[in-house]
């Protein structure tokens, strides 16, 4: 019944930019939180960037300066504008939701993923 949908992946050069979107849609009381992981071939997936329903944020270490991470509530729709790209941001970036689905219950969604490639 949730579905959330990622858009804007693709290649771009070296110190160039990009902005990720991934919009949550079905029926739910509320998102408790969203954000983005990636995964490199041959590696782990790995923590990018998230944001609460307050808008409090967090970044890895290797995007911190160059990435942002924000929140259309109204729209239900997380963003993640990448600047300054490098090779080693090359992956997968997969975005993730906690979804209130009713009172109790909260669950994590994932969207099927988009290819980010960073290559001159």
């Known amino acids: 019944q949730v579905q959330l949908v990622e858009s804007g992946g693709g290649l771009v050069q070296p110190g160039g930019s990009l902005r990720l979107s991934c919009a949550v849609s079905?029926?739910?009381?509320?998102?408790?939180?969203m954000g983005w992981y990636r995964q490199a071939p041959g590696k782990q997936r790995e923590l990018v960037a998230t944001?609460?329903?307050?808008?409090?944020?967090n970044y890895a270490d290797s995007v911190k300066g160059r990435f942002t991470v924000s929140r259309d509530g109204v729209e239900n729709t997380v963003y993640l504008q990448m600047s300054s790209l490098k090779p080693e941001d090359t992956a997968v970036y997969y975005c993730n939701a906690a979804i209130r689905e009713r009172l109790p219950i909260v669950r994590n969604y994932w969207g099927q993923g988009t290819q980010v490639t960073v290559s001159a």
């Open positions: 079905g029926s739910f009381f509320s998102i408790n939180g």
């Open positions: 944001i609460t329903d307050g808008g409090s944020t």
